[in-house]
């Protein structure tokens, strides 16, 4: 992905319990994202939501497991994340899966070394 510019922002809504092959689909996904070289991926788990069914989930403090919505996000080129939709189309049965164009501003890692002393 170039360092600043156009890129494209996809977005999956799925459920915390949603599996792809005996594992959690948003790991799955994120692993797939990571061995197609895509230049970063993120989950965010929501506290509450619905989707299609229009099924509330939602995290109280009694209860464990809810099914909570889960996000999974990757920013990369147009052109990588038209390559790799076919594929996240046959990992997610059920949810949402979007598209939206970005502009990166600025895209790296933190830089290790230790910043200049200011002098005043």
Sequence with gaps: MNRTGQAVWLRIYIGESDQWHHKPLYQALVEFFRKEQVAGATVLRGVEGYGAHSQIHAAHILRLSEDLPMIVEVIDDAERIETLLPRVREMVRGGLI??????????GHTDQTPAPERTE
């Design 98 to 107: 979007m598209t939206l164009p970005v502009n990166v501003a600025m895209y």
